[in-house]
């Protein structure tokens, strides 16, 4: 019902609602076959023409999605958070495949690669947008784009200005409010960094330690020379949530950094974390850029920086549950079309995990 708008006719909708509750099923792999057996179909045809050329808008849902993401899981303490994730292919002919580093596998493998923004706050987190990263193998080949279904207007986009298109969207339907945090491949990228300070957009994006930031005196230094220069008692420790072994303690510090280029009002800081040590261990260290008001309290830019993982915990649920991972598709239109699907899928399990621990709050409440 939320998405039946964007199909003109009856029978791709209703194939959708079986794609749909096929992903949702208990079912080992979700590709073509398995998907179509399980809405009672003798052949895969069906499900794989409604992922390549049936007429529906697969944009329109994207953008549905994420206003019911929004309207169900949205809260003050909201974050934007941007990572890719990795899709192991064999051959060569599904769109942006090549081989190239994926941390779903921690090395070099023959895969595609998609870009992913998600919202994460205290009452879930879920994929609201996506797009497929094209190496330039591709897009300087268009006899080989022209067979994968690439439109010829699609040329190369970094990963960082992949996230910068999405995000463009989510301030173009006015509801890119909060805070939008990133790995160091996005946080090294001015470009990114500048969009969101022309548009007022706070964030703390990881960094990495050889990073040169600009001090509030003028002068460059390396992220990791700056560390020496934090007082003992300037660290605070402090929690980013709940891990399997319990809280994910950290030391954390910050320091000044230059705020020219930023909106008026805000502060521009390095945030710097560092492992707890044990006995005979150098302690290990993160850091992270951050811009936001001026009198942005340390608890809530550690705050932001821990849920960056919250990405992670949708990459696992999507593949896991919904079969984010399961396609065979090769064709551009039918990655994208799936994959708005398997998100969608996997916002209804999140918005529902919501809905039923409210529901047994409210029944303990009642029952006290």
């Known amino acids: 019902e939320l998405i039946a708008g964007r199909f003109v006719r009856v029978e791709p909708r209703r194939r959708v609602g079986a794609y749909l509750r096929g992903l949702l099923a208990g079912l080992e792999r979700k590709n073509g076959w398995t998907l179509a057996e399980h809405a009672g179909a003798v052949s895969p045809d069906g499900m794989q023409r409604l992922l390549r050329a049936a007429g529906w808008d697969a944009d329109g849902v994207r953008d549905d999605l994420r206003e019911y993401v929004l309207t169900q899981l949205s809260g003050p303490e909201g974050v934007w958070v941007i990572d890719e994730t990795g899709f192991i292919k064999k051959g060569t002919r599904s769109a942006g495949v090549q081989r190239q580093y994926t941390g779903t596998t921690g090395k070099i493998d023959n895969c595609q690669l998609g870009v992913f923004l998600a919202y994460a706050s205290s009452r879930g987190r879920a994929l609201v947008d996506r797009e497929l990263y094209l190496p330039t193998s591709w897009t300087e080949n268009p006899d080989r784009c022209r067979q994968a279904g690439i439109p010829q207007e699609v040329g190369f986009a970094t990963k960082p200005q992949l996230g910068v298109t999405m995000l463009s969207r989510a301030h173009a339907a006015g509801v890119l409010h909060g805070w939008v945090t990133a790995d160091e491949i996005y946080g090294q990228n001015r470009t990114l960094r500048d969009w969101l300070a022309v548009h007022a957009v706070p964030f703390v994006l990881a960094t990495r330690n050889d990073d040169t930031l600009p001090l509030s005196d003028g002068r460059r230094r390396l992220a990791r020379s700056l560390v020496t220069h934090i007082p003992a008692t300037a660290w605070e420790r402090r929690s980013t949530g709940h891990g399997t072994q319990g809280p994910r303690l950290s030391d954390w510090a910050t320091m000044d950094l230059d705020p020219a280029g930023l909106p008026a009002g805000w502060g521009h800081w390095l945030l710097i974390r560092r ?89 303990s409440t009642t029952t006290n």
């Not at 260290?285 to 919250?310: E, I, K, N």
């Not at 999140?350 to 809905?355: L, M, V």
């Open 275 to 363: 492992q707890i040590a044990t006995t005979g261990t150098v302690p290990e260290l993160a850091f992270y850029r951050c811009a936001g008001p001026r009198t942005t309290p340390v608890a809530d830019l550690v705050r932001v920086a821990g849920a960056r993982w919250a990405i992670e915990e949708c990459f696992q649920t999507a593949k896991n549950e919904a079969g984010l991972d399961h396609y065979q598709a090769r064709h551009y239109q039918a990655w994208y079309r799936h994959i708005t699907l398997a998100m969608l899928a996997t916002a209804y399990l999140a918005i529902t995990r919501d809905r039923e621990a409210k529901k047994g709050q409210q029944l």
